[in-house]
């Protein structure tokens, strides 16, 4: 158990809607990255945010926006969802901004039908 | 942009024998190495870590990995396969300043009886 918690675990839908994920860091870590996983693209880092703001962002889409809150939890919102978003999407955190150790959540798998 | 390549996309080996998995990395500079697995369902566990020192790095479960500057690789070792090793194994590079982990593809480890 990593000490990062991930919900949901599962999440099906349909396509056009709009979706939330939510991410609860390790105690003490200030530091959150989400990253995507699918068959076609691998593992590819989406966005990261350092105690409430936005520090760095990856191959995020358009559609796609998260925010930490002041308690470090943060939430990744999915919306206009087609096929293709369907995949996991992991949670990881850190200690510090600086690309130390990442630890990883359980991920969500989201299925877009 | 940093790379990470891993060229065995699966691998058998037979419970109790020896484990190479190969991982090749692009950075102009010395960057963070890491490895994690991944079990069916499950999220990424860190396996070890590089950053600096000692380039013969220990990691959990037996599994150990060497920093080679010169070949730009970061190959993981296990001397002896458990049938619960069996996962997929991921190669990661981070860069200092660089808020991200690129991964490989991933090598899959299948361990036959």
């Known amino acids: 158990d990593s000490g990062v918690t991930q919900t949901p675990k599962h999440l099906i839908t349909a396509t056009g809607q709009r979706v939330t994920l939510r991410c609860s860091p390790r105690?003490?870590?200030?530091?959150v990255y989400w990253y995507q996983q699918s068959l076609d693209q691998g593992l590819q880092f989406l966005i990261q945010?350092?105690?409430?703001?936005?520090?760095a962002k990856g191959n995020i889409l358009e559609r796609f926006s998260a925010q930490q809150f002041p308690d470090l939890h943060s939430e990744l919102n999915l919306s206009s969802l087609e096929l293709g978003d369907s995949a996991l999407y992991f949670c990881?955190?850190?200690?510090?901004?600086?690309?130390?150790?990442?630890?990883f959540g359980p991920g969500t798998r989201l299925t877009v039908t | 942009a940093q790379s990470v390549t891993q060229p065995d996309i699966h691998i058998t080996v037979s419970e109790g024998a020896s484990l190479e998995l190969r991982c090749n990395y692009s950075?102009?500079?010395?960057?963070?190495l890491f490895w994690y697995v991944q079990s069916p369902g499950q999220g990424l566990q860190l396996l070890l870590k590089?950053?600096?020192?000692?380039?013969l790095v220990q990691g959990i479960k037996g599994f150990e990995a060497e920093f080679k500057r010169s070949q730009s690789s970061f190959n993981l070792r296990k001397p002896s396969v458990h049938w619960s090793d069996a996962a997929e194994y991921f190669c990661?590079?981070?860069?200092?300043?660089?808020?991200?982990?690129?991964f490989g593809t991933g090598t899959r480890l299948l361990v036959s009886p």
């Open positions: 990881a955190s850190s200690a510090t901004g600086g690309n130390y150790e990442q630890y």
């Open positions: 950075y102009g500079a010395t960057p963070y």
């Open positions: 945010y350092y105690n409430g703001e936005e520090r």
């Open positions: 590089y950053f600096s020192g000692d380039t």
């Open positions: 105690s003490g870590d200030l530091s």
């Open positions: 990661a590079v981070g860069v200092v300043g660089f808020q991200k982990l690129v």
